[in-house]
């Protein structure tokens, strides 16, 4: 018999949404992984083959029961990683690097695979590229840590002749989306839906930027992206001013990302989706799925505010957000009932994000190991901010529609915000309207 179980609101979604776009990769999670040295392949098979048996939403696969997806986990094999050998190449690094962009591009099956699929690339005897790509369905940012450290851990200590030391697994991420579907029904998740009704029920349906070019009648998922750095001395003054306001630096960011769409834009207020992990319980702090939620910040943007002001907002808004984010965003959507249009995202279609601290990437003795970046070429909305901070530093990712904009638009708003963020805090009591390009 299966081992069937319900799925999560936001599992549910992009599955959907798979249905709805067949062959899509806009959620396909690329993990590129460059090896120098003495891999040793078996035991790396060995070390995923743990990680894969240990969390069984990466054996899980999605079936309809009743007209409805449902869970369906399969028994624990042993992971073989296939092996592409390009050393014979004339260019070995340009044929891994077409096979990265084929890899990362290439759909899942959710009705029948795996939700992890590895693949190794070897460039000479003592040169790899290690490809592990996931589905979002099955993974969040904070996975990807777990498993980077639980597969250093298994190759470490096999390698040694040692046996992993990894604590059991108390619960599996099955047993989160029971405990979800039980509380969907309690009074937290009552006082949230309240709030988020009242909070967003004028809200603009549409509330973007302008764009280079008009918007598809369907929404093609095509993107592409900006990557930048934030001068260390503007990611200083950041964490200056959110402890000075009390606040985190999110909400500076926040604060700034809200000044740049009222330039862009000319409008009054914005409205910004914000992924945050709902990770509640201890025990799902150790596990390996899917449990971000969206959740929708309505940041008012006057021009006579001083951007402290604005900080102070944006840290209350954030607040308030994130004490009612136990109403999954899918649901959300459903109450509110929005006017549903294939050529944009419902409720938003910006999005910031911020997190603390970068992949650590593969630990594997022997080795040196570096991470490359993988693209699919994709964007989920039309912009999207996300910025990580790691050793003192800020790196940025701009993610952007190509149906809409133009790869110099993209250039020029990430060097717009750097901009406007230095700025703002070099003299936070600067009113927002003396921050805004004139007329």
């Known amino acids: 018999m299966a081992d069937d179980h319900p799925v999560s609101p936001a599992q549910k979604r992009l599955w959907t949404l798979d249905r709805l776009h067949p062959g899509s990769p806009v959620y396909v999670v690329p993990l590129i992984y460059r090896v120098d040295g003495d891999l040793n392949v078996p035991v790396l098979e060995r070390s995923l083959s743990e990680v894969v048996r240990r969390h069984n939403v990466l054996r899980t696969v999605f079936r309809v029961r009743s007209r409805a997806p449902r869970q369906v986990v399969l028994p624990p094999e042993p992971v073989r990683i296939p092996v592409v050998?390009?050393?014979g190449h004339l260019d070995p690094q340009a044929e891994a690097e077409r096979l990265a962009v084929a890899e990362a591009r290439r759909p899942f099956d959710l009705n029948a695979h795996p939700m992890i699929r590895p693949l190794l690339v070897r460039l000479a005897p003592?040169?790899?590229?290690?490809?592990?790509?996931l589905h979002h369905i099955a993974c969040d940012g904070w996975s990807l840590h777990i498993l980077e450290s639980e597969l250093s851990t298994c190759y470490r200590s096999w390698l040694a002749g040692k046996e992993p030391e990894l604590p059991p697994m108390a619960e599996q991420y099955t047993d989160f989306t029971e405990w979800q579907a039980a509380r969907l029904e309690s009074p937290t998740l009552h006082r949230a839906s309240e709030?988020?009704?009242?909070?967003?029920?004028?809200?603009?349906?549409s509330a973007t930027i302008p764009a280079d070019h008009p918007r598809p009648a369907v929404q093609s998922f095509d993107g592409s992206h900006v990557r930048f750095d934030i001068e260390p001395s503007v990611a200083e003054r950041v964490g200056l001013l959110a402890r000075a306001c009390g606040a985190t630096p999110f909400a500076v960011l926040l604060a700034a990302f809200a000044t740049l769409i009222r330039a862009r834009s000319g409008a009054a207020e914005a409205v910004i989706g914000t992924p945050v992990t709902y990770r509640q319980r201890e025990s799902h702090h150790r596990m390996i799925g899917m449990f971000v939620n969206t959740v929708v910040q309505r940041l008012a943007v006057p021009e006579t505010a001083t951007f402290r002001e604005l900080v102070h907002r944006a840290r209350d808004e954030s607040r308030s957000a994130m004490t009612h984010q136990a109403l999954p965003f899918e649901m959300l959507v459903e109450e509110l009932n929005p006017v549903r249009d294939p050529a944009f995202n419902p409720v938003f279609q910006l999005m910031l994000s911020y997190q603390e601290g970068e992949l650590a990437g593969l630990a594997l003795p022997g080795c040196k190991v570096g991470m490359v970046h993988g693209d699919t070429s994709t964007a989920k909305v039309d912009l999207s901010l996300s910025v990580t901070?790691?050793?003192g530093r800020y790196r940025g990712r701009l993610e952007y529609s190509s149906d809409l904009f133009d790869p110099a638009t993209a250039h020029c708003i990430e060097e717009q915000f750097r901009t406007l963020l230095a700025?703002?805090?070099?003299?936070?009591?600067?009113?927002?309207?003396?921050?805004l390009p004139p007329d």
């Open 195 to 205: 709030y988020w009704r009242k909070r967003l029920a004028d809200a603009p349906a």
């Open 423 to 435: 700025s703002a805090t070099s003299d936070p009591l600067r009113s927002i309207g003396s921050l």
């Open 389 to 391: 901070r790691a050793g």
């Open 85 to 87: 050998d390009v050393a």
């Open 126 to 133: 003592d040169r790899h590229q290690l490809f592990l790509t």
